[in-house]
C-alpha cells in the first residue's frame, strides 16, 4: 500500500510545542503513515551559532518518545558535510518504496527562499511541502513570490496558532533565568537544565569543546 511520510525538517534548537502541534496537525490533516523528525546537522550559514546537533537530536527523541506516530531520523546529523534538503529526500526515497508519497514540513518563513534552494527543481519533483506559518504570517506574499518564480512546487500553508512558540523565544528566556516550563516538554526543559543549554554562548558550544560523544541522559 502507498505510504505518506511527513518529514519534520528543522534545527529545532529546541524543540518546542509549537513544533510537535505542527506535526501532529499535518499528521492528521494528511492523514499520514507517520512523521520522521529530520533534525538538520551543519547549517550553511548558522556555524556555529547552532546547539551541537547530537544535542539537539537528544532533546527530540526526548520530546517525542511518547507517539507512536512519530520518529526521529539522524541522517543530516552523522554527516560531516553540510545537508541540503535535497540530499535528505534523495536519501529518503531510496530508502523507501517507489510509491511512497513524502510531505517536507517546515516554517513557511523558511520555505519562502525555496526557489533558491539546491536544485529546487528536482526537489519539488520528490515531496509536496508544507509550510506551517505563525498566526499574522501573509501567506499571500509568500504565494505569489513562489508563482512569480515560475516553479512547480506543490506547497500547502497551514496556519498552526502554537507556532506562537519560537526556539529564539526560548533560548532567550533561559539566558534571561526564566522558566522554559508550558513551552517545551517536561522532558527537554529538564535536558536544557542538565546540560546548561542557552545559558550564554559558551554554554551552547561547551559540550563541542569536551567531548564528542553525545551526553548521557
Ligand atoms: P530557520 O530559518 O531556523 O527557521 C525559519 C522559521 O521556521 C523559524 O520561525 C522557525 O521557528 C520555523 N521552523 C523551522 N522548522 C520548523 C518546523 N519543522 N516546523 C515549524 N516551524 C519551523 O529554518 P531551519 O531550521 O534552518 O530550516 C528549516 C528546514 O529547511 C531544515 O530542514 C533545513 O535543512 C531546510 N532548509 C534547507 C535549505 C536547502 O536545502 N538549501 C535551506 C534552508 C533550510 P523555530 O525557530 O521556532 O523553529
Known amino acids: 500500500m502507498k505510504q505518506r511520510i511527513g518529514i519534520m525538517g528543522g534545527t529545532f534548537d529546541p524543540i518546542h510545542f509549537g513544533h510537535l502541534v505542527t506535526a501532529q496537525e499535518v499528521f492528521e ?12 546537522g551543519k547549517h550553511p550559514l548558522k556555524g556555529d551559532e547552532v546547539t551541537d546537533a547530537h544535542l539537539r537530536l537528544q532533546m527530540v527523541e526526548i520530546a517525542i518518545r511518547d ?15 553540510v545537508t541540503y534538503t535535497i540530499d535528505t529526500m534523495r536519501y529518503l526515497h531510496q530508502n523507501y518504496p517507489p510509491q511512497t508519497e513524502f510531505f517536507f514540513i517546515t516554517g513557511a518563513d523558511a520555505l519562502f527562499d525555496i526557489i533558491e534552494w539546491k536544485d529546487a527543481r528536482e526537489l519539488a519533483g520528490l515531496t509536496i511541502l ?10 499571500e506574499k509568500a504565494k505569489l513570490r ?19 512558540v519560537s526556539s529564539t523565544d526560548i533560548r532567550q528566556r533561559v539566558r534571561d533565568g526564566r522558566d522554559v516550563r508550558y513551552l517545551v516538554t517536561d522532558g527537554v526543559a529538564e535536558f536544557i537544565k542538565q546540560h546548561h543549554l542557552y545559558q550564554s554562548i559558551q554554554g551552547c558550544c561547551r559540550y563541542e569543546r569536551e567531548q564528542k560523544t553525545p551526553f548521557e541522559e
Not at 146 to 164: K, M, Q, S
Open 29 to 40: 490533516r494528511f492523514a499520514l503513515d507517520s512523521v520522521i523528525f529530520m533534525v538538520a
Open 67 to 81: 507517539n507512536p506516530h512519530f520518529e526521529v531520523n539522524d541522517f543530516e546529523v552523522q554527516r560531516d558535510e
Open 130 to 139: 508544507v509550510g506551517a506559518t505563525r498566526p499574522g504570517y501573509d501567506i
Open 146 to 164: 513562489h508563482e512569480c518564480a515560475g516553479e512547480h512546487f506543490d506547497i500547502r500553508y497551514l496556519e498552526v496558532p502554537a507556532l506562537a
